[in-house]
């Protein structure tokens, strides 16, 4: 059983990510942390909270919220993509009598916040904790520039982040997590700590279809089923009308799917860089990826390449709907 952290910003495919790691019997999540990302980190926390609520039976981890703003450049959100509230407007739903359709549920009181959660729990299981980053990477860094001998202890690190060989999602050159803050992911990958990378290249090949997705949350039912419609309406309208698509990506998903199974992956070792300057190419990921390569700087991480798409989706369709 792999121990993790997992640190997100939720957002529509955090929350699908969250269920899919919590209800995956490889993975122990000893902690949930909470990043500026998708929205601020006051909603993700508060999300984090319906999202554990509407799976109903969960083992609920430490969960801590961690840091509201980037390390230097200026907040960016996705909320035009996941909804004013960043989890598809589930918190405006009212019932016929007016009530929230979904609560928030009590989580335990941590006052530690999310770097000092990590921290303590790195050094508490030396080796053993892989951190599984599926938000803008700030959190992280600040851990590494806290204490960098101690975050040495970290078993490793899987990330959602980047674009290679493929277009940005945010701009032309660079993917979401990586443009919220840069300088994050650059401390992160000269840490020296083991880095997995999930780009957008993997994961623009797993989407989410709409129309089989609705269908398979009206079979589900239950609560759990109707949060998991509710809560993806926005984001398949948003891909729909602005990219065309018959579903959404599951960006967060796949990068769970890596740890739980990493043998639907092709990776390659690359030395990857960070535009960490503002302007038309920041946030952007430049590695070497060529396989032939001869010579070059030391690898810095494994980028993700390729993906089993059709075993990934029978995992995450599965153990989706596992919840109550
Ligand atoms: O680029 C995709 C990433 O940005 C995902 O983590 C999504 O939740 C957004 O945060
Ligand atoms: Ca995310």
Redesign the pocket.
Known sequence: MQRIILD????V??AL?IALALNSSGLKVEAITTVN??VGVDYCTRNLSLILSAMGNVSVPIVAEGESQPLSVSIVNASHVHGSDGLGGVTQLRDANGNQCYLDMLLPSVTTGAVDVVLELVTRYPGQVVLLC??PLTNIAKAVLKCPIGMKKTKGIVL?GGAFEVYGNVTLSAE??VYADPHAAQIVFDSGIPITIVPLDVTHQVLLNAREFEKLCVRHGGQWGKFLSDCTKVCFEFHRYHEGLDGFYL??PVAVGYLEYPGFFDTVPAYVQVEINDGLTRGRTVADLRADRIDGPEPNAQVCVGINTSQFLDYFLDCIFASA
């Open positions: 997100t910003d939720p957002g495919d955090d990510a990302g998708n599926i938000g959602m979401f997590n960006h967060d």
